[in-house]
């Protein structure tokens, strides 16, 4: 076909900050080559590394040091390792990455030369940061396969997009496990990121993927502010179909998360095998079925729910209302006899008039039991004895 490209084709990248020259996102990694491509985001993580240092640019979290300096450590490392003639050996790349992330890390904490902190918490870390990278490279020259080698640490994520729908990557390293959807409802802590001063492991997976695709590496920002995994791959194709430019692709769908997103958020994609019209034919189909099968019914629901717990609300505040009115009401009858003025309307007894009050005592008879088998009649010497 005239219109597919034998190598990447489209590629964009962004980086949103919440607020400006403070966002603890790192641009994202963004390179391709005919047979080679290679994406990566990194996620400071803000909780866990909170603390400020001094640095020649002003103050900086140990969040937004570490995203960073960690960038900058495998750019320069994967960049040395991918050739397209000679294939990429995923595990000992972990492995080295690892002991170079590392090493930059604990160099750069020494140099900030921080006091020790007294504060002892399981999450905090110094120079924290997420990290999910797909590096591309070709199986055979010219040829339709690729090897996918998905690196990881922490909750970022690795995505390839085909004309079978979104399909993730890499594992979430959460402490608490469950699938996508799952973790959208409950916020797990990380179980693994990379740090200066606790241990943690560089994830490694080999994924085959035929072209065309399209490589997604996506910051938790972008995804994790939406009802559902559905939604966020709706929203990748929707972005896609309405696109005229890729520079135009990545706006629409910064518009997008920027509107729901309570993070920073960063994303790089490349698409392999496809350029724009392509891609959109290819995937046309796809929108068409995420809508009329998922998000279209799942948010018909939610806005029922939505309507129903508007009406539960607007119920719970007529029943307060209708309970008030009536209360008020009947109060006036019910208190009556509790007020203060009807205290004040009863005479003083001075001012009442004298009337007898009581009547005299009755007499009580009085006597001794009648011994058994008496007559029940007292002597004259009893009755003398009784005075």
């Known amino acids: 076909m005239a219109d597919v490209v034998a190598g990447p084709a ?54 937004y040091l570490a995203s960073r300096i960690a960038r900058e450590v495998v750019e320069e490392h994967l960049l040395g390792l991918l050739a397209p003639e000679r294939p990429l050996p995923g595990e000992a790349t972990a492995e080295e990455l690892h002991d170079a992330l590392e090493a930059a890390l604990q160099a750069a904490l020494a140099a900030l030369n921080a006091p020790t902190s007294r504060l002892r918490s399981r999450l905090l870390r110094a120079l924290p940061t997420t990290m999910a990278l ?27 997009l085909t004309a079978d729908g979104l399909q993730q990557l890499s594992v979430d390293d959460l402490r608490d496990e469950g699938d996508a959807m799952a973790n959208l ?31 997604l590496c996506a910051t938790d920002g972008c995804f994790g502010y939406l009802r559902s995994p559905m939604h966020f791959e709706e929203l990748v194709l929707r972005t896609l179909l309405e696109a005229g430019t890729e ?12 509107t729901v997103t309570g993070d920073d958020a960063s994303l790089a994609a490349i698409g392999v095998g496809a350029d724009l019209p392509a891609l959109q034919r290819l995937l046309e189909p796809r929108l068409a079925e995420m809508t009329e099968q998922y998000t279209a019914p799942m948010d018909a629901l939610s806005d029922e729910v939505q309507r129903a717990e ?38 003083a007894p001075e001012e009442q008039p004298r009337r007898r009050i009581w009547n005299p005592p009755k007499p009580i008879a009085t006597g001794p039991v009648a011994a058994e088998g008496g007559t029940g009649a007292a002597t004259e010497d009893e009755q003398e004895a009784a005075r």
């Not at 590096?135 to 690729?146: H, I, S, V």
């Not at 797990?188 to 994830?203: G, L, Y």
């Not at 520079?247 to 920027?258: G, N």
């Not at 008030?324 to 009556?336: N, V």
Request: aromatic content about 8%.
């Open 10 to 63: 489209v590629s964009f990248g962004f980086n949103l900050a919440k607020v400006p020259d403070h966002g603890e996102d790192a641009d994202p990694i963004l390179r391709d080559g005919p047979d080679l491509g290679l994406a990566a985001v990194f996620d400071g993580m803000g909780g866990a590394g909170g603390t400020v240092y001094e640095t020649e640019d002003g103050q900086r979290s140990g969040a």
């Open 134 to 160: 797909g590096a591309l490279q070709r199986a055979e020259p010219d040829g339709a396969d690729w090897i996918c080698h998905v690196l990881w640490a922490g909750d970022s994520r690795v995505y390839a």
């Open 185 to 215: 409802e409950r916020d797990s802590v990380i179980s693994n990121a990379i740090s200066a001063d606790t241990e943690f492991r560089i994830n490694h997976r080999r994924v085959p993927l035929r072209a065309p695709f399209v490589l």
């Open 247 to 258: 520079e135009a692709w990545s706006e629409a769908l910064q518009h997008e998360i920027t």
């Open 310 to 347: 508007q009406a539960l609300a607007d119920l719970q505040h007529r029943r307060v209302a209708d309970v008030a009115t009536r209360w008020s009401r009947y109060r006036d009858g019910y208190e009556r006899l509790l007020r203060h003025e009807a205290d004040l309307a009863s005479p």
